[in-house]
């Protein structure tokens, strides 16, 4: 059994969530209780704040964390980052007064900054030698400059929504952070052969991300245009028809160049594209 320490609420949670159910591996969806065991798959859940899924897998409690990449540093307990898992995007920032000029990094020489993240922002601080005093604050950081305990902030930023309506503009960005799937060091073999089951099936999953499944008839006098039109994975499915003139072929396409793609077809003569979601693909 393979016990997994995932955050007990917020984005980061519905994300995990969604990754799990995708990979269909059942858990339920209360979290009443601490532990929940999977009904379909030889895991258990460990519901946690974010910021003790780190020390948790670094001490054996659990097995493996899904944490962010920003507590997994902020914390720099002694695990191993197993897999960037590409979901719950954001970075951490500094920002300050939307109405104060900034012209670089030496503005924060002599300033206090407020944050939730001492040891990734001393760490940058000291890196680019700037002396600036840290005040250490929990909860609702970007409210500091305005009622004057902090010149500027060091917190995560999603869209900026948060930073706009506190009247703060983002200046210099620390580090991106994504959710990154964190390991034990010292997992036995059976439990190593459980998490390389679901990292296979994650796989799956993030393989068929923006991914459409496309058919489509084309006349065999422009077969070879076409091939060369698509990017599939390796090369398209081509097969035959009662017309000896038309041929049907299946491919993959990426979404960002779908539509792109779909009209440079049309031009060639494509007829009868049918376009279909991928759930898994295993490459």
Not at 43 to 68: C, H, K, T
Not at 197 to 219: C, G, H, I, T
């Amino acid at each position: 059994m393979l016990r997994i320490a995932v955050q007990s609420k917020g984005r980061l949670y519905e994300d995990t969530m969604a990754l799990l159910a995708e990979a269909d591996i059942k858990i339920s969806s209360s979290k009443r209780t601490l532990l929940v065991q999977s009904s379909n798959f030889p895991l258990e859940v460990l519901y946690l704040r974010d910021d003790d899924i780190p020390q948790s897998v670094a001490n054996g409690v659990a097995d493996i964390g899904i944490v962010g990449e920003n507590e997994f540093l902020e914390r720099g307990e002694d695990a191993q980052i197993v897999s960037r898992l590409g979901f719950s995007k954001c970075r951490l920032a500094l920002a300050i007064p939307k109405n104060v000029e900034y012209h670089g990094l030496e503005w924060f020489n002599g300033k206090k900054i407020a944050t939730s993240y001492p040891n990734i922002l001393s760490q940058f601080l000291k890196k680019n030698q700037v002396d600036a005093k840290i005040h250490v604050i929990t909860g609702s950081v970007e409210i500091s400059p305005g009622i004057g305990l902090a010149d500027g902030i060091f917190d995560i930023v999603s869209s900026g929504s948060t930073l706009v309506s506190n009247n703060l503009r983002e200046v210099e960005t620390v580090i991106k952070s994504e959710a990154l799937l964190i390991g034990n060091k010292n997992m036995d073999d059976e439990k190593l052969n459980i998490l390389n089951e679901m990292l296979f099936r994650f796989e799956a999953v993030r393989s068929a991300q923006d991914k459409k499944y496309v058919m489509m008839n084309a006349p065999k006098h422009k077969l070879k245009e076409i091939i060369e039109v698509l990017p599939g994975i390796k090369s398209p499915t081509i097969i035959p028809l009662a017309d000896d003139e038309w041929c049907s072929i299946h491919t993959v396409l990426d979404e960002k160049r779908f539509w792109e793609i779909i009209g440079k077809l049309k031009e060639l003569g494509a007829q009868g594209i049918l376009v279909t979601p991928i759930e898994k693909m295993i490459l």
